[in-house]
């Protein structure tokens, strides 16, 4: 999974996350309770898969130690050690 699909999924949890919330308000003010209990479940498990996208696309964002160096004439030779 690359970085760009990584903000497509978090993009896209965080339009379902903002729908959600506008539902389940109008389910509460239309006082139709049992469907509140789906539409927050839906935002919840939106917002984990929001967040554990996040840590892959930190993952992918910050990863050091495989990274291969260009030497002077422009090939790359050594490989970048991670401190």
Do not use: H
Request: charged share 20%.
């Amino acid at each position: 999974m690359g970085k760009k699909t990584c903000w497509g999924i978090i993009f896209v949890t965080i339009a379902i996350n903002v729908v959600m919330l506008q539902w389940t308000v109008e389910a509460w003010l239309g006082r139709e309770y049992e469907i509140t209990l789906v539409y927050s479940g839906v935002a919840v498990v939106s917002a984990f898969i929001a967040f554990f996208t996040l840590l892959q696309w930190r993952k992918l964002e910050y990863k050091t130690g495989t990274e291969k160096k260009p030497d002077a004439s422009g090939q790359s030779g050594e490989t970048d050690q991670a401190v």
